[in-house]
């Protein structure tokens, strides 16, 4: 198969039939997880590296199930970033399990940009588990699947995504996904944590969480990370959830059943009330179970799509 | 002292003298000895045919990092002054961001006396602003430029106390230098690392927006309009800052400006793939901003072409985005980028493209050189504006090779450098 290239960068470029194929392999891969015996051969004998270079508990559990699941051999690695000439650089250590004999490596880094620089100098598959605040491919994949389930078709379906979306990898993706697959796409937060280009990226905006809930099929509620208050790019998680929080007063006034998505971990009480996280509209535990089916089949769709070498020495691997 | 040197049949490019006319270039002492038309010159002169290329008063490049002392394995003052040679420069001005910082007497004697022993292009060393470059205490101006100091400056920072500041612009005075600031409010940085604007957000990349030098531009005029004194603003990168500057020359302010080769040549867009070759601050902004400095550089409120050459080991540039250091050679491409960008676009005219190069480089630092007038120093670039070359970053001088033209074709190379009527490089085949 050569749906992908060798590597899962990010959503950005990828066309409407790619992203399509992704989720319909997903689709079968979900009974697996089903069955008793959760295990299929299909990448008996690879082997896989999760280098996380930040914390991460979600994603990095779910690749891993994912992995295993198919059989692949997987080793964790949960490496300290170096900051600037600190430690072992970000190219040494790739080249380093590289020269181990790996397969792919699923990469988590603070870095925007890290994925694809390690995807330009090493062999193996490279699938991007976060970089920075550039993209979160995979979760914007079990993103679309889970839409996907709950609407049918994403033509022309609206979907609101709801928090920092400056600082959010999980936007980006949603963005440039639910774009490829045709859907309407507006962010909704204070305008301290949205990019100031962001209608250049084709995006509605509100300023109002109770506009973008009339407006929307679907809210994708982002974590709001607490430091961005000691950053200063709002005065406090109170007022912040006053006015940008999804509550079930504000819930109960839309126009339509919403679903409601979070990519996790949640604050409640900040971005999301409990009572609208455990209600009727949320489908946030089914974003997990399609994470695992998701990645499944980005594994098998790039297991294979070897570069070689030389591609590699002239950076041009993707 | 060398042989006499006789250039014959050049095309002779010399604005400050207002000439533009096919002739012979004689060199004595060190000294131009005679000018135009054509010249006997004196038995064992030698003699080199110039016909079909551009005779012009040796180029200046007022802004370059050449990182010696403390980082010689990136560049030396020897290095770095051979890749000028190389591009067609017989003068550099040394950034005094070294380590430790020139900010004293005895350092700014060292990069002289390095540049001295080095024998290629001239190097005139800059003093730091503040003690350090920490913003505190001012340097000691008035020994500093008797060692040898052209103007001050702590390029790489801004100087943030506007009191420091403008006590710089009044002490510098004194010794008739230029304060020279590397306009950035750095709170309104904030740590960026590209420009501000669709691609950094699409990237994830915190942007610099260019109302983080514009504020610092204003600031820096409105003390020099306070003062009196002369302030030269570094690698100006967006288009709100020439309308200041314009402004400023307007308002008859005492402020001159610069421009380097890769702000009137690319964008932003060079960033996409996190190239950290397209890394430098301040950053590459947008199509608009690229060609409003070309026509400030063309109208004359940037009065001058620079690189801001600034060499780091590969390594450092081999590294995630956010965090690779600033900067981008461009004493060997520089030449060729203008040609390309800014001549053969219809920009500027030749003998402009030889003003903001040469001649207005001397006039602003109050340089010797910048002309070929008789009884000037000997210094002078022959180019071949019309040559097409490619880019190959193993062959420079510089020990750098962080350059974002790699592999680019290009238009316009230095055939010959000559400093002092020496010939310090020469273009092989």
Known sequence: ?318 | MSAPLLLTGGRIVDPAQGMDAVGDLLIIDGKIASVGGTIQGPDGARRVDCSGLVVSPGMIDVHVHLREPGREEVETVASGAHAAAAGGFTAVAAMPNTKPVTDNQAMVGFVKRQGEAAGFARVYPYGAISVGQMGETLAEFGEMVAAGAVAVSDDGRPVENSHLMRTALEYAQTFGIPVVEHCEVMSLAHGGSMHEGVISARLGLKGIPSEAEEIDVMRCILLAKLTGGHIHLCHLSSKGSVELVRWGKDQGVNVTAEVCSHHISLTHEAVEGYDTNAKMNPPLRTQRDVEALQQGLKDGTIDLLVTDHAPHHYDEKEREFADAPNGIVGLETALGVNVTWLLESGVLTLSQLVDRMACLPAKVFHLPGGTLAKGSIGDVTVFDPSREWTVDPARFKSKGRNTPYGGRKLRGQAVRTIVGGRIVFELNG
């Open chain 1, 1 to 318: 198969m050569t749906i992908l290239g060798k590597d899962l960068i990010g959503l950005a470029g990828l066309t409407r039939e790619q992203i399509t194929t992704i989720l319909d392999v997903a689709e079968p891969l979900k009974a697996i997880s089903e069955r008793a015996i959760k295990k299929v051969p299909t990448l008996r004998g690879m082997t896989v590296v999760n280098l996380f270079f930040e914390p991460s508990t979600r994603t990095r559990i779910s690749f891993e199930f994912a992995e295993k699941r198919m059989s692949a051999d997987t080793v964790n690695v949960a490496a300290a970033a170096s900051s600037v000439s600190k430690g072992e650089t970000l190219v040494d250590t790739a080249r380093n399990l590289e020269a181990m004999r790996i397969d792919m490596v699923v990469i988590r880094h603070p870095a925007s940009g890290a994925a694809r620089f390690l995807a330009e100098r090493i062999e193996s598959n490279v699938i991007n588990a976060g970089d920075g605040t550039h993209e979160h491919p995979t979760q914007g994949l079990l993103d679309l699947l889970t839409l996907r389930d709950k609407l049918g078709s994403l033509d022309g379906k609206r979907i609101c995504i709801v928090g920092d979306v400056l600082h959010s990898r999980v936007a980006r993706s949603n963005i440039w996904g639910l774009q490829a697959m045709g859907a309407e796409v507006a962010v909704c937060g204070p305008r301290s944590l949205l990019p100031n280009a962001i209608r250049e990226m084709g995006v509605q905006v509100f300023d109002r969480i109770e506009a973008a809930i009339e407006w929307a099929d679907a809210l994708n509620v982002l974590r709001l990370q607490l430091e961005r208050m000691q950053l200063g790019y709002i005065p406090s998680l109170r007022e912040y959830n006053r006015i940008f929080g999804v509550t079930r007063a504000r819930l109960e006034r839309a126009p339509r059943d919403l679903l409601i998505l979070h990519p996790g971990p949640m604050n409640r009480g900040v971005e999301i009330d409990s009572d609208v996280a455990d209600g009727p509209h949320s489908v946030i535990l089914h974003q997990v179970t399609n994470g695992v089916a998701v990645r499944m089949a980005v594994l098998y769709l790039l297991a294979g799509n070897k570069a070689s070498l030389a591609d590699v020495a002239k950076g041009g691997a993707a």
